[in-house]
Each structure stands twice: as structure tokens, then as C-alpha cells.
């Protein structure tokens, strides 16, 4: 597994332990569905891009994670499966890629 960026190793050292190991295995998971994407702050949250632009977000709030866009709610200590996760990262990637190929 690839380093995060030093602006997501900022977001996540600001955290909850259990949020970070939470929005950590999201991560993880993201990357291994689509390790072509790279990280960035954007909306003042970590976001995973292809070709700059951000096609998922993750953020820790006081009582539970969340995944962009569609807002998926989780608490820290049920995070979604890795499965379910790579599903989601594929599908919002093509979204992203279709996108960019009709505009």
C-alpha cells in the first residue's frame, strides 16, 4: 500500500483513532478497486481523482464516517465491507471517466 499524500496524513492524523482506522480500510479498499486513482483534499475531505478530478470523497464526522458522493453514513467501528467498498470506487470511476469522455 501506496504512502497517503501529506495532506490526507494531516486529515487522518487529526482524527479519531477509530475513525482513521475506519476511513484507513476504506482507503485501502478504494486503491485496490482502482489503483490507477490518486488522492487529494477536496471539499476540505480526502478524494480519490482520475486525471485530477475527484470521483469519491471520504470523511470523518463526531459520530460516524461517510462516503461522497450519495452519502453513505457508517460508525467508525462498522465500516463497509471491502467488497462493497471496490464496487462502489469501480462504478463511481467509470461514472467519472464517462463523463469525461462526453464533455
Same mark, same amino acid.
Given at each position: 500500500?501506496?504512502?497517503?499524500?501529506?495532506?490526507?496524513?494531516?486529515?487522518?492524523?487529526?482524527?479519531?483513532?477509530?475513525?482513521?482506522?475506519?476511513?484507513?480500510?476504506? !482507503?485501502?479498499?478504494?486503491? *485496490?478497486?482502482?489503483?490507477? @486513482?490518486?488522492? %487529494?483534499?477536496?471539499?476540505?475531505?480526502? =478524494?480519490? #481523482?482520475?486525471?485530477?478530478?475527484?470521483?469519491?470523497?471520504?470523511?470523518?464526522?463526531?459520530?460516524?464516517?461517510?462516503?461522497?458522493?450519495?452519502?453513505? !453514513?457508517?460508525?467508525?467501528? *462498522?465500516?463497509?465491507?471491502? @467488497?462493497?467498498? %471496490?464496487?462502489?470506487?469501480?462504478?463511481? =470511476?467509470? #461514472?467519472?471517466?464517462?463523463?469525461?469522455?462526453?464533455?
Amino acid at each position: 500500500m501506496r504512502a497517503p499524500p501529506p495532506e490526507i496524513e494531516a486529515y487522518l492524523d487529526a482524527i479519531p483513532p477509530g475513525h482513521r482506522a475506519a476511513l484507513e480500510r476504506v !482507503r485501502e479498499s478504494v486503491l *485496490a478497486a482502482v489503483p490507477e @486513482a490518486s488522492e %487529494k483534499i477536496s471539499l476540505k475531505m480526502p =478524494a480519490f #481523482a482520475l486525471e485530477g478530478r475527484p470521483f469519491l470523497w471520504m470523511g470523518a464526522f463526531a459520530k460516524h464516517c461517510s462516503l461522497f458522493p450519495g452519502t453513505i !453514513r457508517f460508525p467508525p467501528d *462498522a465500516p463497509p465491507t471491502a @467488497a462493497f467498498v %471496490k464496487k462502489l470506487a469501480r462504478e463511481k =470511476a467509470r #461514472a467519472a471517466a464517462s463523463r469525461k469522455r462526453l464533455g
